[in-house]
Structure formats: C-alpha cells, structure tokens
C-alpha cells in the first residue's frame, strides 16, 4: 500500500512536459543549416543513434508531412512517426514526433548573423505512462546532453562542408 500511496503522490506531483534547449552559432547560411536539419541522410550524421529515416508517402517537404525514425541506443531500437508542423524555409522547422513514451515537439529557429547562423531549439517532451513520466526527471540530463552532443555534431557538419 505504501508503494502505491508514494507512486500515486509522484503521479500527482510529477510533470508531465519537460522543456529543453540548445543554441549554437554556426559559421554558415541558413540555407545551408536548414538543409542539414531537413535532409534524411544528414539527420543520419547528427542525431546520435538514427539509424533510419524516411518519409512516409511523397517526400515533399511541406506542413503535415510525415516520416518514419528509428532510433537505436543501448542495443534497442525505438521507432517514431514525425510530422512537419511549421516550415519557413530556412527560418524555421517545427516537427511533432510520437512514441510509444509520449510526443516531443521540436522546433528549429533559424537567424542570421554576419554571415553565420544562430540555430536554437526548443524541444517540448509530454511524457505518457506511469514509467516514463516517474523516469523523466532522472533522464533529462542525459536528454540535456544528447541534445548537445548532436547540436555538436551538427556544427560540425554544416562548417566542413560549407
């Protein structure tokens, strides 16, 4: 009873959306960046663990798009289903992606300054269930840190081949 008192209080007590956020200058257009945040093969170079990536129906960018990602990490593989909310070409990107834990909504910002790129994005994660909403808080450092690790990854990308 004493578990279930403690669970229900967690339950009631927990958040269910958590936010996290990465900025970067990057020495490059926003033509450029965009295409990396846009194209199935570069998402495969910057996002940790993507291993697949491709869309679901015609391939035409546009709002209400849908794709297909798979992701492994730790020898599992996690498949979600992503839609195209919002697109500015080359300013912004905002993509739902859905999972059997919850739906994450991401949004790309893209400025220019002096020749670079200021890239922000905002991700927006509503966690569903008993165990992932109790596992968020202990998991959003390592949430944290993959972000920033591939927002790391795609600096990178963009710079080389500029």
Do not use: C
Not at 16 to 26: P, S
Not at 147 to 154: K, V
């Amino acid at each position: 009873i004493l578990l279930f008192a403690v669970t229900a209080l967690l339950w009631l007590l927990g958040r269910r959306t958590f936010q996290y956020r990465a900025e970067l200058l990057v020495a490059a257009e926003p033509e450029q960046v965009f295409f990396h945040l846009t194209d199935p093969a570069s998402l495969k170079q910057w996002i940790g663990g993507l291993v697949e990536s491709g869309p679901i129906g015609d391939s035409t960018l546009r709002v209400g798009a849908k794709s297909r990602e798979v992701i492994e990490e730790n020898r599992r593989r996690f498949e979600m289903q992503s839609e195209v909310l919002r697109l500015e070409s080359n300013r912004l990107l905002e993509v739902s992606l859905q999972n059997d834990f919850g739906q994450t909504i991401s949004r790309y910002q893209l400025e220019p300054d002096n020749g670079r790129t200021r890239l922000t994005h905002t991700m927006q994660a509503n966690y569903k269930g008993l165990f992932a909403r109790l596992m968020a808080p202990i998991i959003g450092r390592a949430v944290q840190s993959k972000l920033d690790g591939d927002f790391n990854r795609l600096k990178q990308l963009v710079e080389k081949n500029r």
